[in-house]
């Protein structure tokens, strides 16, 4: 019930169990064997969905007054003829906050002066004009004008965005264990229960989704793009969806 909680399908755990030949004898697995085979259930069968955790809000200055785009998206982006979803575009976006840096460090290739990107999906690239900051000094808003990608023209990046969107709660989860063999007292000397890792779990309250999974049940599985696979939580309902983290997008084999 805690796999299934925490969106494993069975398919991905017969297909570990098939891979690691279970025996009869105790054995340690490291997590990341788990996780791929659940990924790759998980790739060929959660219809994508755009989200922002820690959102920054963007105005788009020179977009058309009081009116909204429909950009279809793909549902599965390696193979577009499973179908798309439509999204919202309108002039406020919301993207990660992290994906903006007022100064880059050499190689940063996302939002930032004199570096245009694109917004996924949406044909469209938008060029920082003025940055926004509230009484702390903190940025606040971005102001950005966009333009079609011209034929040849290609972004150094294209980054994940969400529009018209609705708030959910999202727990992103850590291993539960500090030390990969928590029950070897040479590595826990105080047994497993002093291993717990105090950073398992973040809950981020109000994580932003677009509308397309608003129609999901409990144990609908999707991926937010650039974020990971998510679960919908057994206790979510219309008016507030709770998403469980199942797996990230690749899987961390340095992670305990």
């Not at 694109?118 to 950005?144: A, F, M, N, W």
């Not at 779990?201 to 144990?219: G, Q």
Request: with cysteine; net charge negative; proline share 8%.
């Amino acid at each position: 019930m805690a796999l299934r909680q925490w969106g494993f399908p069975p398919k991905g755990i017969n297909n570990f169990c098939a891979e690691v030949e279970m025996t009869v004898a105790q054995t340690t697995m490291e997590p990341y064997l788990l996780e791929a085979c659940v990924h790759d259930v998980l790739n060929d069968t959660a219809p994508q969905a755009m989200a922002v955790v820690e959102s920054l809000w963007v105005t788009i200055i020179n977009f058309p007054a009081a009116t909204f785009l429909d950009i279809q998206v793909p549902n599965f982006p390696a193979d577009e003829i499973k179908g798309f979803h439509q999204v919202s575009f309108a002039p406020i976006v919301f993207v990660e906050r992290t994906d903006f840096k007022e100064e880059p460090e050499p190689g940063f290739k996302h939002p930032a002066w004199g570096q245009p990107v694109g917004l996924r999906h949406t044909g469209y690239i938008i060029e920082l004009q003025c940055v926004v900051k509230g009484p702390s000094g903190c940025v606040e808003s971005l102001d950005v004008t966009f333009r079609r990608e011209d034929a040849g023209e290609k972004p150094k990046a294209f980054i994940y965005w969400v529009s018209q969107p609705f708030t959910c709660e999202v727990h992103l989860y850590e291993r539960l264990f500090q030390h990969k063999n928590p029950e070897d007292p040479t590595e826990v000397p105080g047994g497993f229960l002093s291993d717990l890792n105090p950073a398992l779990l973040c809950m981020v309250e109000a994580a932003l989704v677009d509308f397309s999974v608003t129609l999901a049940k409990p144990f609908n599985k999707f991926p937010f793009e650039h974020i990971g696979y998510f679960s919908v939580d057994s206790d979510s309902h219309q008016r507030q969806f709770v998403f469980n983290q199942t797996v990230t997008l690749k899987e961390d084999r340095g992670k305990v």
